[in-house]
Every structure is written in C-alpha cells, then in structure tokens.
C-alpha cells in the first residue's frame, strides 16, 4: 500500500488559507486532514462545514475530515455536502458506530473510526470488516504541537495483527506528534496514513518538510 501524508490545516496560517491549500496542492502531499472540534468531545473549538467547503473549492486532493465531536451522525450528509471524501468518527463517540459507519458509506464517502490512546484496539473486533480506516490516535485529541505517545506503536501492530487475522482491506493512520524522528518507526509498525501539522506547518519550508518525510517512508 502506497504511504500517504495527510498535513494538518490546524497548524497552518488560516489568515492565508487559500495559499497554504495551494502549497499542499504543489507538494508532495496526498490528503487534506482536516479537524473539527465542538468544545464538547475535546476542550477545543476549530471550524465546521462552511470553512471545509471553502477548503473544497480550491483542494485539488481528498479531504480527510476528523470528527472530535459528540453524536457525529448528526452531521454525516452536511460533510459529505461540504466535501469530506473520507470522514472519520471516534469510537469514544458513538454509541452505534456500525449504523454510523453504514451511513457514511451509504453518502459515497470512505468510513473511519478513531480511537483515543486509551481505547484498546480489540473494540474493534467486530467492524474491521467494515471500515475502510482506523486512525490511531497517537496524543490526545484537541491540539496540534503534543508530544507522540510511545505506546503508540504497540497499539498499531495490534491493529495490522487484528486487520490480517480477520483478512481485511484498511489504513492504518496516526495522528499527533508525527515528525521525522518516528515516521520511520511507525511505517514499520505497520503504518499506511500519516497526518503531521507542527511538525510540516511550523517549519520553515512546508512543501520541503512534506517532501522529505515522504523520502523518509520511500528510503
Ligand atoms: C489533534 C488533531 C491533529 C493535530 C495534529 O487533535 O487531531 O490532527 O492537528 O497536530 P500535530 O501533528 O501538531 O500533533
Ligand atoms: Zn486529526
């Protein structure tokens, strides 16, 4: 499976939204990861539909949207509306995560879940089958610029072990703390996704950091 790089726009400089999406479309890059947060689920506020379809009109690669918010099948049609190709929802919140992964499948987009770093991933047992990604969350969701959690990549060969075992077609992605001192590590593990925001936004040239790192997974 080909490695992707997901930048996170939650880092970049949104006074300049429409450049820094045009620099992700110039680079390397694969996806968009795009975070929504309600101040609910996670002690953070970020941006809902309205900025994703702004994001739409100029992105020029799939958009990788990350629910942390409270009873995401509220909402499943208004992101397709807005643009997510790929909508991913925390196991943590969603008391009936089969229905809620049928129905954003059943909106032509591809279905995730995400598990917080202390959901084990044997919850996932019985929707492997289902998903067509599991995002690992390597801190805990709500900010950019944490450390990585170490346990991370046990959590990551559990899962490719769970994934082979039941002969299932799914990325793995992680998100927190990506940089290239673990990006490495973590392909290893078993890693396919890669969402990185400090560590690509916070650099002093965006496009060369996502190009390197992209080196580092084809090295
Ligand atoms: C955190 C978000 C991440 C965040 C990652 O809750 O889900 O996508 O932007 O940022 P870094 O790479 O800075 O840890
Ligand atoms: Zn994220």
Redesign the pocket.
Known sequence: MEKIIAP?L??CDFANLQSEIEMINNSEADWF?L?V?DGVF?PNITFGMPVIQYIKKYAKKPLDV?L?IVQPERYISEFKRAGADLLTVHYEACTHLHRTIQAIKAEGMKAGVVLNPHTPVSVLEDSINDVDLVLI?S????????SFIENTYKKVEQLKRLIQHHQAQVIIEV????SDKNIVKLAESGVNAF?????IFKSENPAQTISHLKQLLNS
């Open positions: 996170s939650l880092s990861h975070d947060m996670v990350h942390m969350m801190v805990n969701p709500g900010f950019g610029g944490q998100d927190g703390g990506v969402v990185a925001g400090n560590f």
